[in-house]
């Protein structure tokens, strides 16, 4: 029994000192942690501040500095009745040196334009002449309808492929073309679709209603003949 008892004793001294190894080692290895943590801790700053410095470096911010002079060229002022709006997207594929040698010297891309197309009646063009009261009708000759406005949305308008020649490393205009040709291509467009027509319909059905507001019974449209034309 003595024996026995002598064993047992040994042995929770033994899982004691285990357990206490076991936490004298976690306290350690922390301890040694924080302190390897609060050694590197300039190091790391300092390392994050040059990778910043770097990355500026290599690709740095634009600086934009308007010039301070304004130079108005022109101030006028408009009448126009914007009676219709279209958003248009074009797809435009501009090529150059696409012969034999395209693989070489070409550059190809697919243009991808968002557009605004704007048309309505200039009516700064009306003059005294052009309205007519006759007994309760009122004669009104309207100006031909027309574009006030056909742009490219830049946030919207993107170069969706563009493909180079093996031998073609340099800058070109080709963009820029592209979108010159998008903007007609986005005007002629808004015209194919019956734009002009829907702007002289919107612009009447307007009119008509101001017109009447003003007491006038039955209003009456006429436009220029091509002979009245200047």
């Given amino acids: 029994m003595r024996k026995s008892s002598s064993l047992w004793v040994a042995i929770g ?14 306290y350690m290895l922390q301890l040694v942690r924080q302190t390897t943590d609060q050694a590197l801790s300039p190091l790391m700053g300092a390392n994050a501040q040059l990778r910043t410095q770097v990355s500026g470096f290599l690709h740095p911010t634009p600086t934009i500095i308007p010039d301070p002079v304004t130079i108005i060229n022109e101030v006028r002022s408009l009448a126009r009745l914007e009676t219709i709006q279209y958003s248009i997207e074009k797809v435009i594929t501009a ?19 968002h557009g605004t ?32 406005v056909a742009t490219l949305d830049n946030d919207k308008s993107y170069v969706y492929d563009r493909q ?34 829907q702007a002289k ?16 019974q039955e209003v009456i449209f ?4 091509p002979e009245d034309v200047p």
């Fill in 13 to 26: 001294v033994l899982l004691f000192l285990l357990v206490a190894l076991v936490v004298f080692s976690v």
């Fill in 95 to 113: 090529e150059t040196g696409q012969g034999s040698f395209g693989f070489l010297f070409g550059d190809k891309l697919l243009f991808v334009a």
């Fill in 117 to 148: 197309v704007i048309a309505g009646i200039d009516l700064g063009q009306l003059t005294s002449q052009d309205l007519r009261l006759d007994g309760k009708v009122l004669t009104v000759q309207l100006p031909e309808p027309e574009i006030f």
């Fill in 164 to 197: 180079k020649g093996l031998l073609n490393s340099g800058v070109t205009d080709l963009e820029t073309k592209a979108r010159q040709v998008a903007e007609q291509e986005i005007a002629e467009a808004a015209i194919s679709d019956g734009i002009l027509s």
């Fill in 201 to 216: 319909l919107n612009a009447e059905n307007y009119l008509t209603r101001l017109f009447k507001t003003l007491g006038y």
């Fill in 222 to 225: 006429i436009y220029p003949t």
